[in-house]
């Protein structure tokens, strides 16, 4: 079975931040699709996506290995913070799928921005956020419900540019005609909680649109976050067809949005 990618995205700087720190690419022609919240303040958190995304994806078009590109992301933002003083300190999440000729999506997943796959109507966490809070839910010192009151909630253990050297989560998800993943910055999670996120993914049918959706949900409950979210559509393709992705044209690359911390 060939399955085709239908990909939607938005974006949106939020209710209360002056810029959108936050980045994405969609590139359909490698089947190809990233985002990265940044960090690092003044200029350093928008320096800091940019370039992990522009890295990855020369990376990933040069060798064409979702874990050596991300690696690349991270040299590209280190060496850039320590060739400039004013960036120092600069990260960012990253987190990237790429669908193989199989119908595997494979997640790459730094930091604590967010991967779900909505299967069978049901909605489910892909990825683990490297963050302070998480490790202590996992310990069992942190209940999911006090997830977003705690003040510790914001500090990330793992991001892209901090270190010379970066361990990267890989995730393999199978796909089958009528999933979907979604990828999205903490912003949106953040704000509205897994069953809204659901209601969501459940009853738009363009990706397009369930990714608006999903953002202007975000802001209706605040918008105390830059909002990035990624829809991935995954299709039967027909019979006789190339595998590529539906959703327009060949490759689109889309700006940088710009955050501030």
Known sequence: MTIVLDIGEATDTGRVRE???????????????????????????????ATALD??????IEQGGLHDAVVAANAAVFERASADQGLRGMGTTLTAGVLGDDGTLLIGHVGDSRAYLWHDGELTRITTDHSVVEELIQAGELTE???????????????????????????????????RVMMCSDGLNGMIDDVAMAEVLASEAAPNVAAKRLVDLANAAGGVDNITVVVIDAHDAP???????????????????????
Do not use: C, Q, W
């Open 145 to 179: 419900e006090e997830r977003e009151l705690d003040p510790r909630r914001s500090m990330v253990t793992r991001a892209i540019g901090l270190d010379a050297n970066v361990d990267v989560d890989l995730y393999p998800v199978a796909l089958v005609p009528g999933d």
């Open 55 to 60: 890295a990855l994806h020369a990376s990933f």
């Open 239 to 261: 019979i006789g067809s190339v595998a590529v992705e539906s959703g327009g044209g060949g490759k689109r690359r889309y700006g940088i949005f710009r955050r501030r911390r």
């Open 19 to 49: 810029h959108n720190e936050d980045g994405y690419i969609v590139d359909r022609d490698l089947r190809f699709a990233a985002l990265a919240d940044g960090m690092g303040g003044h200029r350093g958190g928008e320096v800091a996506s």
